[in-house]
């Protein structure tokens, strides 16, 4: 990246209910600095409350200059979040077991702190090829990862939404952190997997790919889920990342 070139992000997000749940329990944020999805579990109005609660505690990063280390601050908000839905539980026992995933990117003048925890997911489009830039924290990931199961197995296994980590749950709470660098023309999909388990990376590329609009890629990946039978909340953010100067 030249001195004269500074990168700057647009984005556009999206979240729809789905076909088959009676509420939406997935949180969304889009801001200048701060992108973020949240699935929340737990039964009942539950798992709306932790993605809700989580989403806000780190709100405040998108208006909070991240300083030297963003990736420091995305970490040290999550884990106040993390610490906010366990008092929450124990001070109401209705919310004990309520939990959420999250995948969050925090911009940074070029560079992006990416934190996840579950298995929502991040992609990254850049020379024509999609990444995916976060591995699940689900069972059969870890069976694909000890290969005891293929990713084709995985991907139909009745209990391939079964979390390993989530973000208020019982188990660790430890994300996945990464910094990377940002190119001009990149693009970056976050999504519940309430997409990601419907719309294969095939679809996702065409569209990532094709769209000029991010608002119009946002809506029809949704179209796409719900066409798929909507089975889960959907939820997604579409980035690019633009050259200016």
Known sequence: MSNNVSLTLRYASRTDIGLRRQRNEDAVYAGPRLLAVADGMGGHSHGEVASATVIAALSSLDSDPPGDDPLGSLESA??????????????????????????AMLWDAGRIALAHIGDSRAYMLRGGYLYQITRDHTLVQSLVDDGQMTPEQAAAHPRRSLLMRALGGSG?????????????????LICSDGLSGVVGPKELHEILTAAGDLGEAAERLVELARQGGGPDN????VAEVLAEG
């Open 78 to 103: 999550i884990t106040a979040a993390g610490h906010r839905l366990k008092d929450m539980a124990a001070r109401d026992p209705k919310l004990a077991g309520m939990g959420t995933t999250l995948t």
């Open 172 to 188: 660790s709470v430890e994300p996945d952190l990464s910094l990377r660098e940002a190119e001009a023309g990149d693009r970056y």
């Open 234 to 237: 959907i939820t997604c953010v």
